[in-house]
């Protein structure tokens, strides 16, 4: 049972910090769009979008140490750069009122999560360098 449960707990972090990534980069969209017509008068968008929007800030909070948390059990040293691009994101998209910058911050901190989880990846052997190092 306790497979299970592990294996249920996984799939809600994992599927909570997928969430929070792509709810940032729809929550950048929509703050765009906002600010591009806000001084038409247009209200803030309603439904999911509106929530996004709404909520966004505590989502990326919850998400970002999910992520760093996820790259950190495989590689402990991981923690470090996933938990700056974490805050990165986080501060281009909430703590700052500019778009070149948010926009710049979600360039550096998504490239940086994938960066990191290529190294925290388990190595596999390859023909060659199986051959090269000989029986094990």
């Known amino acids: 049972m306790a497979g299970a449960d592990g294996s249920l707990a996984c799939t809600v972090a994992v599927t909570a910090a997928l969430a929070g990534a792509f709810g940032a980069g729809a929550t950048a969209g929509a703050r765009a769009i906002t600010a591009r017509h806000s001084m038409s008068g247009m209200a803030t968008p309603g439904g999911p979008l509106g929530d996004l929007m709404e909520f966004g800030p505590q989502?990326?909070?919850?998400?970002?140490?999910?992520?760093?948390?996820?790259?950190?059990?495989?590689?402990?040293?991981?923690?470090?750069?996933?938990?700056?691009?974490?805050?990165?994101?986080?501060?281009?998209?909430?703590?700052?009122?500019?778009?070149?910058?948010?926009?710049?911050?979600?360039?550096?901190?998504?490239?940086?999560?994938?960066?990191?989880?290529?190294?925290?990846?388990?190595?596999?052997?390859?023909?060659?360098?199986?051959?090269?190092?000989?029986?094990?």
Do not use: E, F, K
């Not at 691009?85 to 703590?95: N, Q, S, V």
């Not at 948010?102 to 051959?131: E, G, H, K, N």
């Open 59 to 136: 989502i990326l909070a919850v998400s970002a140490p999910l992520v760093t948390a996820g790259l950190a059990r495989r590689r402990p040293l991981a923690a470090t750069p996933a938990a700056a691009a974490g805050a990165l994101l986080w501060w281009g998209m909430y703590a700052q009122a500019s778009l070149t910058v948010m926009y710049t911050a979600l360039a550096l901190a998504y490239p940086a999560w994938t960066a990191t989880w290529l190294w925290t990846r388990p190595r596999r052997d390859t023909p060659s360098t199986a051959v090269c190092r000989g029986p094990q």
